[in-house]
């Protein structure tokens, strides 16, 4: 166990003591014929911000059981504050123990670890040599221009909502959200742009992107709800997705919607005449 125990050396002291009660619970059960580390601890790569994450291979004949019980078998590892079952997965859990570590659990039968991919994995227990079993994720396939220009579309979609919907009605916390939204599908194009990246875990955020893209996006305003701020953070995300976005999909060969971006500027055109004409007679009538 000692290399299991250098991997998990990078989390928070708890998950020591946490691996050692999981180790206790399984060596005596007999329907557990395997188990594994998965996630970041799995691939060699955890941090402060890892959790424990394993995969357990039951026998056929003790599955359900073990599948409809699934709470029981917790209790013995740990208790928990917050333990729900995996949509479509029965067996499987994501947990927090009461001292707010982190433990997930994927549980398959074992005539069915062929048909699951796993990320890479490290072997905590195998009775019956079944770690051959486990077909391995690979990293993903490359940038997707399909996937890209649905982005796009999505973007110059809500772009046009936003005049009417967050300006007009002088709603600010919706344009907050509108702002962070943008942002957001910033992130995604340059993420589906960097496609194939090595599997990772969904709270490894910038590790996604690569140094100008993450600090391009370190750069942007975060919004308040106000006027002022909610439009110059819509700007500057706006002109951040034409500008990144429309050279990081260019550079992959993807055709920019041309018509998009054409109608959608002269409508914020007129849209920002508006808005100053606006505020220029709401100063004006304040000042008297």
Sequence with gaps: MTG???LLSALPAGYSALFDRFVAAVEPDDR???????????????????????????TDEDFAEFAERWRDWLAT????????????????????????????????????????????????MDRD????????EQPSRGPDGQRMLEIVEEFYRQQAIFPAAVVARQDWLLGV?????????LYQLLVEANQPLPVMGIK??????????????????????????????????????RTLG??????????WPENLDE??????????????????TANDTSAE
């Design 129 to 136: 040599n079944l770690t051959g079993r486990v077909v391995i």
């Design 246 to 255: 429309r050279r990081t999909v260019s550079g992959l060969g993807v055709a």
């Design 77 to 124: 590892v740990t208790p928990a504050i917050i333990a729900r079952e995996l949509p479509g997965m029965p067996g499987s859990f994501y947990s927090v123990t009461a001292t707010c570590e982190r433990f997930d659990v994927v549980a398959l039968p074992v005539s069915r670890l062929m048909e699951s991919s796993q990320p890479a994995l490290v072997t905590v």
């Design 32 to 58: 557990i014929r395997a188990c594994w580390l998965s996630g970041s601890v799995g691939r060699g790569v955890a941090d402060a911000g890892s959790d424990l994450d394993v995969v357990l291979a039951v």
């Design 177 to 185: 959200v509108g702002v962070i939204n943008t942002q957001t599908m």
């Design 204 to 241: 490894q955020w910038s590790a996604r992107l690569t140094p100008d893209q993450r600090l391009a996006l370190e750069g942007l305003p975060v919004p308040q709800p106000n006027r002022d701020s909610v439009i110059a953070a819509m700007l500057a995300a706006r002109e951040a997705f």
């Design 4 to 6: 299991v125990r250098d």
């Design 263 to 280: 109608a959608v500027a002269d409508y914020y055109a007129k849209e920002l005449s508006s808005w100053s004409a606006a505020r220029t």
